[in-house]
């Protein structure tokens, strides 16, 4: 991060900045029902302002699969940030052409445009140099702050920094310090904690943390296809049959680091009402699947927990959206925030649920970006970062 341009090293005053953020917030209804990749993009926003800059703001939202879709449009977005900060907010209903020209040509320092979804166009996703052009057109300068969308090389977050000056935001910047710094420069011992479905879209996270992390606890889902690797019948769990020596072989080179559930929740049925019941980690009847860790998993995680100096999390431990599943996660929630370490959390499901717990202010860093940490601590370069300029 040293080693790229911050915004702070920007002349900015007078000028036109176009700052790709991440403002793909959940909508319900047309009511935004979680603003804080709304709030954390508001330091940069507002230094930007402060500074003389006239703000051009763009981002995706959901996934309106490179078509205009009432649904999935900006305005809402830019209707709540008018409420956030004392500036003027304007919304251009397309992010390209001769809207958005009119729209930025007009635009005065200390007002900030909206511009609509990036992802109306199907270029944006193929980072097409024509779609970045036009984005690039419209500003002096490019400021990226969407951490969240930092490991796409879409033209908003890759080719438009071919074509500008640019820099980084100041999320990305505290991003990119409390993950780059957990995985370079870890106070020990250093504990993950990874769960959720599955282990493919880890594994290249598993094989990373081997080499960096003191302790590795596998909750959720993917415990399962380790529990089958050695050997458990585990009946109608979820487990990752094309994935099995994978496990074998993570298992096999682990030395011990990669801890697994001693217990487990189990239910008749993948369902809310399902019966329950917690057994030691064994066969699983038939008929039965793993849903949550036990109690006695939560006590031995714990532990690694409270001895940590430093803790990532990411994946829930059960199936949480079902309060009678949930009771691993939450708990596991509550050990991250009574422990003293550097703490930091990804993946929407686990921030969710530390959100829910109303343990958040206890956490060190919660990431806002799922996808993007992940790849962080699989030790992958970020494209949306690697492209800005450098110092
Ligand atoms: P991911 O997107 O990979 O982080 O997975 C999150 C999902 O994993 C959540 O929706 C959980 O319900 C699900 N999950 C966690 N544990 C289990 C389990 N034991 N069996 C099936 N699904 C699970």
Redo the contacts with the bound molecule.
């Keep these: 991060m040293s080693d790229k341009k911050m915004v702070t090293d920007l002349d900015v005053a007078g000028k036109k900045v176009l700052v790709r953020v991440d403002f793909n917030v959940p909508i319900k209804e047309g009511k935004i029902k979680d603003d804080t990749r709304i709030t954390s993009a508001l330091p940069t926003i507002n230094y930007l302002l402060d500074h003389g800059a006239a703000v051009i703001l763009m981002s995706h939202l959901g996934r309106p699969k490179g078509q205009p879709n009432p649904e999935f449009s900006l305005k809402p977005v830019a209707d709540h940030l008018a409420t956030l900060i004392s500036a003027p907010v304007k919304f251009a209903e397309d992010c390209r052409g001769e809207i958005a020209k009119a729209a930025a040509e007009a635009l005065k320092p200390g007002e900030v445009l909206v511009l609509e979804n990036t992802r109306f166009y199907a270029e944006e996703e193929k980072n097409d140099p024509q779609m970045a052009a036009d984005l690039a057109s419209l500003a002096d300068l490019y400021v990226n702050d969407a951490f969240g969308s930092a490991h796409r090389a879409h033209a908003s977050t890759y080719g438009v920094a071919e074509l500008l000056p640019s820099a980084a935001g100041f999320l990305m910047e505290k991003e990119i310090k409390y993950l780059g710094d957990a995985i370079a420069n870890p106070q020990r011992p250093f504990v993950a904690i990874l ?4 282990i493919s ?1 880890k594994i290249g996270v598993i094989n990373n943390l081997l080499k960096k992390a003191d302790k590795i606890l596998i909750g ?2 993917m415990a ?1 296809t380790f529990l089958k690797a050695l050997g458990y019948e585990m009946a109608d ?2 487990v990752e049959n094309e994935v099995l020596d994978t496990a074998k072989e993570l298992l096999e080179k682990s030395e011990g680091k990669l801890l697994l559930p001693v217990d487990m929740v189990i239910g008749d049925a ?1 369902d809310a009402e399902a019966k329950m019941e917690t057994l030691p980690v064994g066969d699983v009847p038939a008929g039965w ?4 860790i036990g109690p006695k998993t939560v006590e031995t995680f714990g532990k690694e927990i409270a001895n940590a100096g430093t803790i990532v999390w ?8 079902f309060p009678r599943f949930a009771a691993g996660t939450f708990a596991i929630a509550h050990k991250v925030a009574e422990s003293k370490a550097v703490s930091i959390i990804g ?1 929407g ?1 686990s921030v969710s649920a530390i959100n829910q717990s109303g343990l958040s202010d206890k956490i060190t860093h919660i990431s806002t970006g799922g996808g993007a940490s992940l790849e962080m601590l699989e030790g992958i370069e970020l494209p949306g970062l690697a492209i800005l300029s450098n110092k």
């Design positions: 769960g959720g479905a599955k879209d959720g889902g399962n769990s979820l993948f699947r793993i849903l949550d990411n994946g829930p431990m059960g199936v949480f959206e993946g499901d």
